[in-house]
């Protein structure tokens, strides 16, 4: 960025990126990892089998989930069809926030179009229900689109999640934490623990479980 920017060395760069929203945004498309998939880990049954209990014990409020970071929706989405496939069909029986870093990212997520490369764990029935083709790939279902809750959001600005403290039942932050500083895992997990209603689930990736070690 330095060299495209025209500038002497990372301190200038620093200062430009710290005044300047658009070239923040032009790092993160530099520096972020969208690594990710529909249905990835084979977890999203578990998941929404533990919806209908949280549902059943709580049948006058909808199942909450948060999807951190979010990346090009495809988890948010998975966890979606997954409650569908549930019997959590009727609306206002469920409430999905995704929320991701990168505003190009989650555009991406909000226009819901897919390659291939997106169904690698994916069933062709499930790809078959709940998408169609279209010229630039897979197009998912416009009611599941509608159903997901898109935002652009930093998980170390924890002052943009306030009015969500004690919200969700579930909280998908995946392979994250293994890309931050010991001090910023502290500071996200801090953040996402504040954000679980009591009795709610944290996941995190298959790398992490060490991280949340001596957290109650």
Known sequence: ?????????????????????????????????????????????????R???VRAGHPDRPFRALSVPCSTGEEPYSLAMALLDAGLIAAGSWVIDAVD????AVAVAKRGVYRDLSFRQTPPAVRTRFFRTGA???????????????????????????????????VLCRNLLIYLTPDGRRRVV?????????GGWLAVGHAEPSILEGRR
């Open 136 to 170: 630039d790939g897979w197009e998912l279902d416009p009611m599941i689109r509608g159903r997901v809750r898109f935002r652009v959001g930093n998980v170390l600005a924890p002052a943009a999640f306030a009015a969500d403290a004690g919200s969700y039942d579930l």
């Open 51 to 53: 919806a209908t209990e």
């Open 190 to 198: 801090d953040l996402l623990e504040t954000l679980l209603a009591p």
């Open 1 to 49: 960025r330095c060299r495209v920017l025209g500038l002497p060395d990372s301190s200038a760069y620093a200062v430009r990126v710290g005044r300047d929203s658009a070239e923040f945004d032009a790092l993160l498309a530099k520096l972020v990892v969208s690594e990710t998939w529909f249905f990835r880990g084979g977890v999203f049954e578990a998941l929404a089998k």
């Open 101 to 104: 870093v990168s505003p190009a």
